[in-house]
């Protein structure tokens, strides 16, 4: 059974500094992963998929790792903002029609 | 074409009682999902649709909900006699076939008084 688990649960940065956001799975017989962001009280915005071939894809200030063999992934967001502040979560398919497996996310806040 | 919508954004409801959730994909995705969230978790998945099958159903549907997608258009989650632990936030989301992206609505949060 997939399992997925996001470390630190909490992080807290002052503005202008990197953020590193953990993820790891225990299968890696995986499609893709995903990162996605959350506010408070609302929906998901995907941020960065990653194909199981791909080793990483970048989209502005942020660029994800994958190593399926090690059953990491790993979000750097450059140059933090107050604006980032949210939840991230991560989450790996392990179907080809796209079902989600998530883990429990990182509460970011970014301080000014 | 403004997103995935899902009404209503907010439901209280009594123990007991059904309520149903409204979920409109984007127009031209045919596969739909629908996840539940409770506080600090991630997302759980509940059931799959392609077009208007339903294809895939999590363990955590008990037989007190129910989900159907007619035409293969919008989508709606029933739950039958709602007890507290129903209380979540119901996430529907949609992506078009042989596409990995995924576009998720704005959730409506459910609370069982």
């Known amino acids: 059974k997939q399992e997925v688990t996001q470390i630190p649960a909490a992080l807290s940065v002052p503005e202008g500094e990197n953020l590193v956001l953990n993820c790891s799975f225990t299968d890696s017989a995986i499609y893709n992963l995903q990162w996605f962001r959350q506010d408070p009280g609302k929906g998901l915005t995907s941020l960065l998929l990653i194909q199981s071939s791909q080793r990483e894809q970048t989209s502005g200030r942020l660029n994800a790792s994958l190593d399926k063999s090690s059953g990491r992934s790993t979000l750097y967001i450059a140059a933090s903002q107050p604006g980032d502040s949210a939840t991230y979560l991560c989450?790996?398919?392990?179907?080809?029609?796209?079902?989600?497996?998530f883990g429990a996310g990182t509460q970011v806040v970014v301080t000014p | 074409d403004t997103g995935v919508s899902q009404n209503p954004r907010h439901k209280i409801t009594k123990r007991g009682q059904n309520v149903t959730f409204r979920c409109d994909p984007i127009s031209e995705h045919n596969r739909l999902y629908w996840y539940r969230q409770t506080l600090g978790q991630g997302p759980e998945f509940l059931t799959y649709f392609q077009n208007e099958a339903q294809l895939e159903k999590s363990r955590l549907l008990s037989d007190r909900f129910s989900a159907e997608r007619p035409k293969g258009s919008f989508s709606t989650l029933e739950i039958q006699r709602t007890e507290q632990g129903d209380s979540a936030m119901y996430l529907c989301?949609?992506?078009?076939?042989?596409?990995?992206?995924?576009?998720f609505g704005s959730g409506t949060r459910l609370t069982v008084v």
């Open positions: 989301a949609s992506s078009p076939q042989g596409a990995l992206g995924y576009t």
């Open positions: 989450a790996v398919s392990g179907t080809s029609w796209g079902k989600l497996q």
